[in-house]
């Protein structure tokens, strides 16, 4: 069964304090692994889109990692700040013949970051 | 600037009452999606569309229809609204082709009641 899994649930860290976020997954066909940020109340938006073939991408402070034969993933932020608090939702996209397939979704981290 | 939206972003109906959320987009996307997002859940596919007539069933499709008139418009219809159905639901949009972001609307809560 297709399934993203993505670890802690919840975190909480002080501003200013690097964190790392994980996601595992058993999605196959893999296409693409991509990190999303949600912020209460409003729709996901995109940090980064990874093919098999890319280890590391950095989006400003974030810095996601993918691990394509462990099938592993993670999300790195750096120095955090208060606008950092939200669900991080990572998302493994199907193959699907050169066609966007199915999104199979974690359920999320919810950082908070406190001052 | 581009963007999507959805209205109503909330909405208050009956059990057995037909329900349509819509969703604009003008990013002139051919691909468009519908998810529903629940507690405990990831999101979860409902219908997509790769284009002007063509429609898609998802994961959680029963209960669920769209149609595709135009490119920018998918407008999802709940046949007849069931308590189960109570969640938050997204729509969004990318270019054709493998790779592309999603771009998400800002959601519309529905409870069935």
């Known amino acids: 069964k297709n399934q993203v899994e993505q670890s802690p649930q919840s975190l909480i860290i002080l501003e200013g304090k690097n964190c790392t976020l994980q996601c595992n997954y058993t999605v196959s066909p893999f296409s693409n692994l991509r990190w999303y940020k949600q912020d209460t109340g409003r729709g996901p938006v995109s940090l980064t889109i990874m093919t098999f073939s890319e280890n590391t991408k950095s989006n400003g402070r974030y810095t996601a990692t993918l691990d394509a034969d462990t099938k592993q993933s993670s999300l790195h932020i750096t120095a955090s700040q208060l606008s950092d608090s939200a669900s991080y939702i990572c998302v493994v996209s199907l193959y699907y013949g050169g066609s966007q397939g199915n999104l199979i979704f974690g359920k999320g981290t919810k950082l908070s970051v406190k001052p | 600037d581009a963007e999507i939206t959805q209205s109503p972003r909330h909405k208050i109906t009956e059990t057995g009452r037909q329900v349509t959320l819509a969703c604009h987009q003008t990013?002139?996307?051919?691909?468009m999606f519908w998810y529903r997002q629940d507690l405990g859940h990831g999101l979860r596919l409902i219908h997509y569309?790769?284009?002007?007539?063509?429609?898609n069933k998802g994961e959680v499709s029963d209960g669920y229809s769209v149609s595709r008139s135009n490119t920018e418009d998918l407008p999802l219809t709940l046949e007849s609204a069931a308590s189960s159905q109570t969640s938050v639901y997204f729509c969004a949009s990318s270019e054709s082709g493998d790779g592309y972001e999603q771009y998400f609307g800002p959601g519309t809560r529905l409870t069935v009641t």
């Open positions: 569309s790769y284009g002007v007539q063509d429609t």
């Open positions: 990013w002139n996307h051919n691909n």
